[in-house]
């Protein structure tokens, strides 16, 4: 699990019944309350939970090295994430240019604190919109957020707003298969590769790389069922 970007805010559909959802960070459980992706992920985060096991362990840091070593190796000078989180993923990377983008305040004031004498800069989802100046980034990253947005809206506008965002590469770390479990109503598969495929001619599925701790989608063990999926565009 990780984080969400919202970009509808006045079309979600409100769930009719609300579903208590339990996570442990740092040993105290965490009872958040789900109706929406938005709602959920804000709460969350003002009850004091983090962005979730992808963003902390063996985990971060496979997607860490995995990242850097892509922009080393293609000389990418400007990336652009939606959907930060807390920023612990972020602070791992070695970039030189590095924007990221949260639904979260809280988040984002976080990431400042912590990541801000880097050079990095941290913007609220709302504020970034607002502005019109569209800049055009060598990299756009999306790191365990597209299972997160169960909305259809939210989805295809986050999908759109990804990889409008580049010039040249966007790199979406996530699962690309089909399925929505009731039980856990936060979490919604899709298989987005196909989606960008019809929406965006001009980008193409280049590379998927194989994450060594995979997991199946329906399996407690620890890792997970996302992978890195590079497009690039023609």
Known sequence: MNRFIHFAARTVRKSPALTTLSSFVNGQRLNVAFSSSDQYWRERYEKGGNSGEGSY???SKYKAEFINSFVAEKNISSIIEF??????????FT???YTGIDISEKCVESCKALLGKRGYEFIVLEDYLADEVEEAFDLALSLDVVYHLVEDEIYNAYISKLFKSSSRYVLVY???FNSFDPN???????EFSRDVELAFPDWTLVETEKNP???PHDSKVYGSFAKFHLFEKR
């Not at 959907?83 to 791992?92: F, I, K, P, V």
């Not at 856990?184 to 899709?190: A, N």
């Open 174 to 176: 996530a699962s690309n």
């Open 57 to 59: 362990g063996a985990l």
């Open 213 to 215: 701790y995979e997991k």
């Open 184 to 190: 856990l109503p936060h979490v919604r598969h899709r």
């Open 95 to 97: 970039f030189a240019k």
């Open 83 to 92: 959907g930060c989180g807390d920023g612990n993923q972020a602070s791992l």
